[in-house]
């Protein structure tokens, strides 16, 4: 139950990443989405379509799955442990 909460909020909070903007510095005509790792890209033309990076966006689940799963892990067993 803990595993499937936690995967559903590192999917939530991936696809929010989307929406953060971290083209480098230098890149010209197109804007680079999704934090730690840019899996959405744009180019910047009318009638362009925006481009996605499967792999990028498996590891950006994976990246905030760990660190939730862990959190999520704690909490369980700090709650359970006051309820007996």
Request: one cysteine or more; aromatic letters at 16%; hydrophobic letters at 50%.
């Amino acid at each position: 139950m803990i595993v499937s909460i936690c995967l559903g909020f590192a999917i939530v909070i991936t696809i929010l990443s989307g929406f953060v903007d971290v083209t480098p510095q230098g890149i010209l005509g197109a804007t680079w989405h999704g934090w730690p790792f840019a899996w959405r890209y744009v180019i910047v033309y009318p009638g362009s379509p925006e481009n996605y990076d499967l792999k990028n966006f498996t590891f950006d689940i994976v990246t905030w799955f760990v660190p939730i799963l862990a959190i999520g892990g704690l909490l369980s067993t700090r709650f359970s442990r006051k309820r007996k």
